[in-house]
């Protein structure tokens, strides 16, 4: 079993307490990187390329005072520096636009859960009645910073799975089986997923990509898969199976939490190999006195959900439970995110 130790970011970058103008700032500047993104600028700023005046002007028919504003305030946060016709990113710029993911799942995908964490917790609203999250943001954002965080380590992992048809649990837009399918010649692979925006954008980008007839994206939700005779007649085909950062939202409800990998098992027969991750609870004693990114935000999120988080031990009792062995098990780029390639043997 490979654990490597966890990275630096795992550890946090903001200190604690977080002032008011730190607190203020912050959220303006996650909703000015959103707004890049929206425009369409954060590719050009993560490879480090000057912006022009006359082609930002170029890139959409938004009011040209306003995108000019965005830019100030990017400026403003110290992601560009302006000079004549030019914005250039600075370092921190280029390190945002790798970042995108956190902020494109924040803004875009929570926005409004955390915005009404008030009224959820007063009972005054109620969630996924009066307050619902962007599926398709969160599976775009969890999509981009897949891309651009845990490819490699995903790759690697992949290195030691035989596997003809990968089923992914939980697949957003497909971009993580496309991937993976796309680097093993001869494979197939389908994902998942109980959101119908995120699966319309999967289809598109599964055509894009000229892998139809190898990959598929099916809306379906997970959790009626692995119920007692539930199922769809592509996951007897599958011999590997993986699902990252969903496995929190299959053991909510604990009635049902013990029984979930072993039913997962039962509904992909063939498969001998599993390649999980997950967003774990951060433990309660060692924390240091600066906040990571996302941590704070995704156990917020899932509270005002009442969806509850768990920690390593919990997930790992539950594999054993399964009989699932522990082959690989490593940090990922995400703090408190952990990656597991089991065994059924």
């Known amino acids: 079993m490979s654990t490597s130790q966890t990275p630096d970011q795992w550890h946090g970058q903001s200190p604690t307490p977080i002032s008011p103008a730190d607190a203020y700032n912050g959220y303006i500047a996650a909703n000015v990187v959103f707004a890049l993104d929206r425009i369409g600028l954060l590719d050009r700023m993560e490879q480090g390329e ?36 030019v914005f250039l990113p600075t370092e921190t710029g280029r390190d945002i636009a790798r970042s995108r993911g956190y902020f494109t799942w924040a803004v875009g995908g929570y926005n409004e859960v955390f915005a009404h964490a008030g ?3 007063t009972g005054t609203a109620r969630y996924d009645e ?4 962007d599926e398709a943001m969160v599976a775009l954002g969890s999509g981009q910073a897949d891309q651009s965080m845990f490819a490699r380590q995903v790759q690697q992992a992949f290195e030691d799975v035989d ?4 089923a992914d649990l939980g697949s957003g837009t497909s971009a993580r089986v496309r991937r993976v399918v796309s680097e093993h010649p001869g494979t197939r692979g389908f994902g998942i997923d109980i959101s119908e925006p995120a ?6 980008n599964i055509a ?16 009626d898969l692995l119920a007692p005779n539930g199922g769809i007649g592509r996951a007897a085909d599958a011999d590997a199976v993986m699902s990252f950062l969903l496995l929190h939202d299959l053991l909510a409800d604990p009635s049902t939490r013990a029984d979930i990998f072993p039913r997962m098992r039962e509904a992909f027969p063939r498969a001998r190999s599993f390649v999980l991750a997950d967003t774990m609870l951060r433990p309660v004693t060692g924390l240091d006195d600066k906040l990571p990114i996302f941590s704070a935000g995704f156990e917020l999120a899932h509270a ?3 969806v509850p988080l768990h920690p390593r031990e919990t997930y790992e009792g539950l594999f054993r439970s399964a009989g699932l062995r522990i082959a690989r098990r490593e940090p990922m780029a995400t703090p408190h995110t952990w990656l597991y390639v089991l065994k059924a043997d």
């Open 119 to 121: 009224a959820l917790s």
């Open 50 to 85: 000057a912006l022009y005046q006359d082609d930002v002007d170029t890139l959409t028919t938004m009011d040209t005072d306003r995108r000019a504003a965005v830019l100030r305030a990017a400026v403003g946060c110290g992601y560009l520096k302006a000079e004549e016709g």
């Open 208 to 223: 894009e990509a000229g892998l139809e007839g190898r990959v598929e994206a099916v809306c379906a939700d997970a959790l």
């Open 199 to 204: 699966t319309a954008i999967a289809r598109r």
């Open 304 to 306: 005002m959900m009442g």
């Open 130 to 133: 009066d307050v619902h999250r």
């Open 163 to 166: 596997f003809e048809t990968l």
